[in-house]
């Protein structure tokens, strides 16, 4: 270990495991370290064994579950947009060889207690049971709009420049209805606030845009793609590729301690008596407690079940956002479901997450919304985990923080914060212009 890296990663979560790959691809020298004996970190993937150690004890679930070893679920479950920032990340760093995709059935937003299909074209507007006569209409001209807006043709701008104009603006030229608002700010912009309505309306028009190009490259019932086994498949497979580009792995390294000169700059990382020096650290919060804050909470039910989600057309994989101005609360409300069609469960089998940024002390009251969209489950289990942020100064201490993971369960905020980063650690934005087909010969196997 006595030689120098450019960067040296610690910990094998999702978004450590992107930026060695990607950052091994782009010529820098990486040593990938992890306390733990498995890849993953908090976002690795459990089978039916490990969750009932996890969160009963023991290591003994029922035998009507069937074969532990037929589980594989993951910790932080996240849909994959089937146009965005991570699957263009995979195409850019030639991941997708590693991983066979399948898209995902459904995609829902609660609205006045029901769930309903996220209508995302001109035609599905008309048909949508969200809206009524006369706000299809309008949606659907709004729709058409987005559809055709084209940035260097300037016939589709409407007279409308949207780094100027507010997303606000653009939704009232539309006479859209605040219920209209609502889901496609939620569920197809896939915002987790209002704040966006107030900004330049390029980023959600294209965000939009992002959503119905994703529904088109598959024709399913969503945008969105997910890995067969999982997405504990995805940090091996970045592991893999950075070790074909020289990176060097070590797993089940204990302690982990970041070292620091005499200016409060990282220049190594010390396990075993054997420090390895480096120029910048990258890391999650658990390995540089001090230099983070605690931001939020989040809790969820994980749950399993033997049927789909009710009222979703029986879909074998589902997403439903529950925006939070349809429960009261201050956050979104997000449902996952997947089955044994992605083999992350035996036959007859779905795994549920419900899950939210807490807002109280109490997530099984707070949860509610969510857990009764599921009908019958088999089995429940509560858990909460704190997110952190950064508070250290990068410029200063070369040590490169990711944030925790949110409650969403789609990748658009996880790949935002890899992007943000690697420009901060390299000094240079990702190009991301990657021939998008890359990826959808392995999802219609």
């Given at each position: 270990?006595?030689?120098?890296?450019?960067?040296i990663?610690?910990g094998t979560?999702?978004?450590?495991?992107?930026?060695?790959g990607?950052?091994?691809?782009?010529?820098?020298?990486v040593?990938?370290?992890?306390?733990?004996?498995?890849?993953?970190?908090?976002?690795?993937?459990?089978?039916?064994?490990?969750?009932?150690?996890?969160?009963r004890?023991?290591?003994?679930p029922?035998?009507?579950?069937?074969?532990?070893?037929?589980?594989?679920?993951?910790?932080?479950?996240k849909?994959?947009?089937a146009n965005g920032?991570l699957?263009?990340?995979?195409?850019?760093?030639?991941?997708?060889?590693?991983?066979?995709?399948k898209a995902?059935?459904?995609?829902?937003?609660?609205?006045?207690g029901?769930?309903?299909?996220?209508?995302?074209?001109?035609v599905?507007?008309?048909?949508?049971?969200?809206?009524g006569?006369?706000?299809?209409?309008?949606?659907?001209k709004?729709?058409?709009?987005?559809?055709?807006y084209d940035?260097?043709d300037?016939?589709?701008?409407?007279?409308?420049d949207?780094?100027?104009?507010?997303?606000?603006?653009v939704i009232?030229?539309?006479?859209?209805?605040d219920?209209?608002?609502?889901?496609i700010?939620?569920?197809?912009?896939?915002?987790t606030?209002?704040?966006?309505?107030?900004?330049?309306?390029?980023?959600?028009?294209k965000?939009m845009?992002i959503?119905?190009?994703?529904?088109a490259r598959?024709?399913g019932?969503?945008?969105?793609?997910?890995?067969?086994?999982?997405?504990?498949e995805?940090?091996?497979?970045?592991a893999?590729l950075?070790?074909?580009?020289?990176?060097?792995?070590?797993?089940?390294?204990?302690?982990?301690?970041?070292?620091?000169?005499e200016?409060?700059?990282a220049f190594?990382?010390?396990?075993e008596?054997?420090?390895?020096?480096?120029k910048?650290?990258?890391?999650?919060?658990?390995y540089?407690?001090?230099?983070?804050k605690?931001?939020?909470?989040?809790?969820?039910a994980?749950?399993?079940?033997?049927?789909p989600i009710p009222?979703?057309?029986?879909?074998?994989?589902?997403?439903?956002i529950l925006?939070?101005?349809q429960?009261?609360?201050?956050?979104d409300m997000y449902?996952?479901c997947?089955s044994?069609?992605?083999?992350?469960?035996?036959?007859g089998?779905?795994?549920?997450?419900?899950s939210?940024e807490?807002e109280?002390?109490n997530?099984?009251?707070e949860?509610?919304?969510g857990?009764?969209?599921?009908g019958?489950?088999?089995?429940?289990f509560?858990?909460a985990?704190?997110?952190?942020e950064?508070?250290n100064?990068?410029?200063?201490?070369?040590?490169?923080?990711?944030?925790s993971?949110?409650?969403?369960t789609?990748f658009?905020?996880?790949v935002?914060?890899?992007?943000?980063m690697?420009?901060?650690?390299?000094?240079?934005?990702?190009?991301?212009?990657?021939?998008?087909?890359?990826?959808?010969?392995?999802a219609?196997?």
């Open positions: 270990m006595d030689e120098e890296y450019d960067v990663v610690l979560g999702l978004k450590e495991c992107i930026l060695s990607v950052l091994s691809v782009n010529g820098q020298k040593l990938h370290m992890d306390r733990n004996d498995y890849y993953g970190g908090d976002s690795t993937s459990l089978n039916l064994n490990q969750l009932w150690k996890r969160f004890g023991d290591d003994k029922p035998e009507s579950l069937g074969s532990s070893k037929e589980y594989n679920i993951d910790m932080i479950p849909f994959m947009m920032g699957v263009r990340v995979l195409i850019h760093t030639n991941v997708t060889k590693y991983l066979n995709f995902v059935d459904g995609s829902y937003v609660y609205n006045k029901k769930i309903h299909k996220v209508p995302a074209t001109d599905e507007a008309l048909k949508s049971p969200l809206m006569l006369f706000e299809k209409r309008r949606a659907r709004f729709f058409i709009y987005v559809q055709d940035e260097n300037l016939k589709s701008h409407e007279k409308m949207l780094n100027k104009v507010t997303a606000r603006d009232s030229k539309y006479g859209l209805d219920n209209t608002v609502d889901f700010g939620h569920a197809l912009a896939l915002y606030d209002d704040v966006y309505l107030d900004n330049p309306a390029m980023d959600f028009i965000k845009k959503y119905a190009e994703s529904l598959f024709q019932g969503s945008p969105y793609i997910y890995p067969l086994y999982g997405l504990g995805l940090p091996q497979a970045f893999r950075s070790a074909v580009y020289g990176g060097t792995y070590m797993l089940n390294k204990p302690e982990c301690k970041v070292e620091f000169d200016n409060g700059k190594g990382v010390t396990s008596g054997e420090t390895a020096k480096c910048k650290v990258v890391c999650d919060p658990s540089l407690p001090d230099k983070v605690k931001v939020g909470k989040v809790a969820r994980i749950c399993i079940m033997s049927h009222n979703t057309s029986d879909s074998h994989s589902v997403q439903v925006p939070q101005k429960l009261g609360r201050k956050s449902v996952f997947c044994y069609s992605h083999n992350v469960a035996p036959k089998k779905y795994i549920a997450f419900v939210t807490a109280t002390d997530p099984e009251t949860l509610k919304p857990i009764e969209l599921l019958q489950v088999d089995e429940i509560f858990d985990y704190d997110r952190y950064p508070a100064k990068q410029d200063e201490d070369h040590c490169f923080i990711s944030t993971y949110d409650a969403t789609h658009e905020t996880t935002h914060d890899v992007l943000a690697y420009s901060r650690i390299t000094g240079k934005d990702l190009d991301l212009s990657v021939d998008l087909s890359a990826a959808s010969a392995v219609e196997k």
